[in-house]
């Protein structure tokens, strides 16, 4: 088998969709300006090893995705972590396999059921760990679209499509251990995205805020050489203290610091909010729209899953990557087009968090234990280690998101973005009345099952009583409060960037108002 590389100009800059023909040895693979091709393999995206080899498969940190022809046929590698996935389809004879979603259902010629209620719950299903996600939504055409996070996929000569667990790195001794670790895998990161032989090359980003995880990001890009940072100056309004700029941290640390309002992309009028809902998990990573003109050629270093990696009082251990939200997992669409590589830090050696956990809890990190609700002893000794004084972070903890109910559309969407969804509703194939009663209906029964489950295992806890907590309604129903169509909506509006010209399609597809 073998590659043939079209660079589409007009695609988004890192995007890519691979087309395997049975019978056919020649693989076409068609990607944007910025996609890394050198005959049998091609990438996008940076691992910890030598970018002129190749050897992305084998690689323990892999922050992006591509694919490489093997004696074994081709395998393709997803992301070191969960916030992005490979998506996988098969219909007469061919098999597509993309990084976008709404790019492999462009070019299969089919598209999303817009009949479908739960496209939302099953694409947010990665935060429930590896084990319980949803490996497949339904199509327009009835066909599966196959989901595969954290893993490599093999296509052998048989087109026989095979999951392959990803090489992972051996468990952590102590606190220098993991911390070593950390910085010799940023510094492997950064030698592969800058790789002199590279189309593009790309130089760190840092966020920061006044929790514990973006300042551990903050020292640890600055191991080589990052000076520039970012922050939100306000978290949600829910929080009675609700300041969350770290840029007195950040001046400490002597990094320039960009300030940004979380809600600024409220006042953008091409539809910021389409393509974070696109990716099909609540589109909350929204407020990083602002960052358009800041993001393109950088590696940007986020603290996503540092809750559950460093929290001392975690109860769910184990290498099956749980998550408590779905943070992150909306920036794929917007990270495709800008071009930017995403490097959740807390997800380096991610498959070793009992290890982690122990080394959190060990004796030589009490001085750095707070014993509150909001303790992360590994974050706050390699902060204070740094020379930040333990009073300047991690005193509260604060979350930035944008969640998108839906009785508050009209306030946490860009006003053309709102009338423009309005209208999508009006228009659009609309649920069965029946359905939408049922999923309404079985939505309350699922928060009455979880609030019962709550009180349930809150008194259990206080007579000593283990009992696991369990809702009897389905998870999918969870979501009932939120829209269904907004999904719908931002993927429409961004099918038009992956339309290639001369190249028929099985389905007509509105191309109104393109992103």
Not at 18 to 44: L, Q, R, S
Not at 353 to 371: C, D, F, L, R, Y
Not at 453 to 471: A, D, F
Request: glycine fraction near 8%; aromatic fraction near 12%; include cysteine.
């Amino acid at each position: 088998m073998r590659f043939n590389f079209h660079v589409i100009e007009t695609l988004p800059r890192l995007a890519w969709c691979a087309h395997i023909t049975k019978g056919n040895p020649v693989v076409n693979v068609y990607g944007g300006p910025w996609v890394e091709t050198d005959g049998d393999w091609f990438c996008e995206g940076a691992w910890n090893g030598d970018f002129s080899e190749g050897n992305l498969p084998d690689a323990t940190a892999f922050m992006g995705s591509g694919g490489k022809i093997t004696n074994e046929g081709v395998l393709f590698a997803s992301p070191s972590h969960t916030l992005e996935r490979l998506h996988i389809i098969r219909f007469d004879g061919n098999i597509l396999v993309s990084n976008s979603l709404a790019f492999l259902l462009v070019r299969a010629g089919d598209w999303i059921n817009h009949n479908y209620m739960f496209y939302q719950s099953e694409l947010t299903s990665c935060k429930e760990g590896l084990k319980k996600l949803k490996t497949w939504i339904p199509t327009h055409q009835g066909n599966k679209v196959y989901l595969y996070y954290y893993c490599n996929v093999l296509i052998d000569l048989n087109y026989a499509v095979k999951k392959v667990a990803k090489p992972s790195h051996k468990s952590f001794v102590d606190y220098a251990d993991y911390r070593r670790f950390l910085q010799d895998e940023i510094l492997a990161l950064h030698q592969n995205a800058t790789n002199s032989t590279r189309k593009v090359s790309y130089c760190p980003l840092t966020t920061i805020s006044t929790g514990y995880d973006s300042p551990v990001c903050a020292v640890l890009a600055m191991g080589i050489g990052c000076d520039e940072s970012v922050t939100f100056t306000n978290a949600r309004p829910t929080f009675k203290d609700n300041n969350d700029s770290g840029r007195k941290i950040g001046e400490l640390m002597g990094l320039r610091v960009i300030e940004y309002d979380r809600e600024a992309y409220l006042h953008e009028d091409n539809f910021p909010e389409a393509e974070f809902l696109a990716c099909g998990t609540g589109g909350v990573d929204v407020i990083m729209a602002p960052l358009s003109d800041l993001l393109p050629g950088k590696i940007l270093f986020t603290g996503f899953h540092g809750d559950k990696v460093w929290d001392i009082n975690n109860k769910k251990i184990s290498s099956d990557i749980i998550r408590g939200d779905a943070s992150g997992t909306s920036l794929a669409e917007f990270r495709l087009r800008l071009g930017f590589i995403h490097l959740p830090v807390p997800f380096l050696g991610i498959v070793q968090h009992p290890s982690i956990h122990v080394i959190s809890k060990s004796h030589e990190m009490q001085p750095w234990s707070n014993a509150t609700y909001y303790n992360r002893p590994i974050p706050r000794r390699i902060i204070e280690e740094f020379g930040i004084p333990g009073n300047l972070f991690g005193q509260q903890k604060k979350a930035i998101t944008q969640q998108f109910p839906d009785q508050l559309l009209d306030l946490v969407m860009s006003k053309n973005s709102y009338h423009d969804f309005i209208a999508f509703s009006k228009s659009s194939p609309r649920f069965r009345w029946g359905r939408r009663v049922l999923f309404k209906f079985m939505g309350g029964l699922y928060y009455l099952n979880r609030m019962a489950s709550i009180i349930l295992h809150r008194i259990c806890k206080s007579l000593n009583i283990n009992y696991s907590m369990k809702t009897i309604i389905p998870d999918k129903f969870g979501k009932s409060k939120r829209n269904p169509l907004i999904f719908n909506w931002g993927i429409d509006k961004i099918k038009g960037r992956y339309m290639i010209p001369n190249t028929p399609k099985k389905i007509a597809l509105d191309n109104s108002n393109p992103l």
